[in-house]
């Protein structure tokens, strides 16, 4: 592993954890996140060894032990984390309560201004993407593959900040994490056909040729969409899963079998 840090995204140590962080938001009162690579747990090959994921295949013990590694590295508690199954969708839930159902029906998207709350994410090349308005202390997370993109499940997440959470848009960062590259994502022609119909506008500056082979780059049409959506800042860590599978799981990269890393975001009840 040849971790280092990119642009504004710092590769530090959480605990016994590697993980990155946004440099800005390092010193945020009360505000914790963080980027968690494949390294630092217990889980064997191929899902060594920080998989978080219970449904890939892994041993469920090492899955727990996992968890609770990233919980002490935060110093956060198990009940307080919220977690979904991921769907490929637009839906977007509002958390309101704080551990009131830690796993919530299937969604892509969960914002909370509520302290306590902690997001959590798996991701393995598809895009995730960290949103945070200091002005509400509010934040977002969201996972957008090539379905919940062509959905524009960026935008829905912001729109359920702003109509549901009070922020203001132009008030919010975005910080697009560790994903599947333009680099590395070649697709085929339902991708292709489905981006070139759903975004015709857009569709030539995300499809990229290559002799017979046709590149998706899902960062440039997550930004745009998070721009178009009024978003303040984005900010893209511009890691590929595929190229970086030294440091996280990927899907592709990895030949389907393989584990999930970790993305937690929230506030802490503050003082
Ligand atoms: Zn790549």
């Given at each position: 592993m040849s971790p280092r840090s990119t642009g504004c995204f710092r590769f530090t140590q959480l605990g016994d954890l590697p993980a990155y962080q946004f440099e800005a938001w390092q010193s945020q009162p009360h505000l914790v996140h963080a980027i968690f690579t494949?390294?630092?747990?217990?889980?064997?090959?191929?899902?060594?060894?920080l998989n978080l994921s219970?449904?890939?295949?892994?041993?469920p013990s090492a899955v727990e032990h996992n968890h609770a590694r990233i919980y002490q590295a935060l110093d956060i508690?198990?009940?307080q984390t919220v977690q979904c199954h991921l769907m490929h969708s637009s839906v977007v839930h509002v958390v309101t309560v704080q551990a009131a159902e830690p796993r919530l029906a299937p969604a892509d998207g969960l914002v909370t201004a509520q302290p306590g709350v902690m997001l959590s994410m798996r991701f393995a090349d598809c895009v995730p993407i960290l949103l945070h308005d200091p002005q509400r202390r509010a934040v977002g997370l969201v996972h957008a593959g090539w379905r919940g993109t062509l959905q524009n499940v960026a935008a829905a997440a912001v729109r359920a900040m702003t109509e549901n959470l009070g922020c203001a848009a132009r008030d919010i960062t975005a910080l697009i994490g560790p994903s599947i590259g333009p680099c590395c994502y070649e697709v085929g022609t339902e991708v292709i056909q489905s981006f070139t119909t759903a975004l015709p506008e857009m569709a030539s500056s995300l499809l990229r040729r290559d002799g017979p082979r046709v590149y998706l780059d899902l960062w440039r049409a997550n930004r745009q969409q998070l721009l178009a959506a009024g978003v303040g800042q984005v900010y893209n860590m511009e890691l590929c899963t595929a190229c970086r599978r030294d440091l996280f799981f990927s899907h592709r990269g990895d030949g389907g079998r393989t584990g999930r890393f970790g993305i937690v975001i929230g506030y802490r009840i503050g003082r």
């Open positions: 494949r390294h630092g747990g217990v889980s064997r090959p191929p899902y060594a060894t219970r449904a890939v295949g892994d041993d508690s198990r009940s």
